[in-house]
């Protein structure tokens, strides 16, 4: 994992005696980030910060909806008194900051290719490319 359960508690300010359900929720939440990046996070050399800030997130809403609450947050504005409640649940916007990070991947079948070497005329054929 690429998350301890020490630095969701330090983040997220929860600290539990048993971590097994925050093991779970970084698990999940690195899922979540693996599946929209398109590729493992074990094919990073070094993680930026703004992956695990996204998995952190994640994982405290995951943390904080199973607490009972609805997966909202809220934001009062002083002048007038009123509130407005924002849905969470959805991760869209806290993945988007890491989109530039996505695999970007091209399939290329090619049964058969003749390559010319240098400017002589010598030729290569080449048989069932795959490029991925």
């Known amino acids: 994992m690429v998350i301890t359960v020490q630095q969701l508690q330090l983040y997220s300010g929860i600290v539990q005696e048993d971590t097994t359900m925050q093991l779970i929720y970084i698990e999940a939440a690195e899922n979540v980030v693996e599946d929209y990046l398109g590729k493992a996070l074990t094919d990073f050399t070094s993680i930026p910060g703004i992956i695990k800030l996204t998995i952190l997130r994640i994982a405290a809403l995951m ?11 809220s934001k009062q504005f002083s002048e007038s008194g009123s509130r407005t409640f924002i849905k969470t649940t959805r991760y869209d916007e806290y993945l988007l900051p890491i989109s530039r990070y996505k695999a970007v ?28």
Request: net charge positive; hydrophobic share 45%.
């Open 63 to 73: 943390q904080t909806e199973s607490d009972g609450n609805i997966g909202i947050t």
């Open 105 to 132: 991947w091209c399939l290329v079948s090619i049964k058969s290719i003749l390559i010319q070497i240098d400017s002589s005329k010598t030729w290569i054929l080449l048989r069932r490319i795959w490029i991925r």
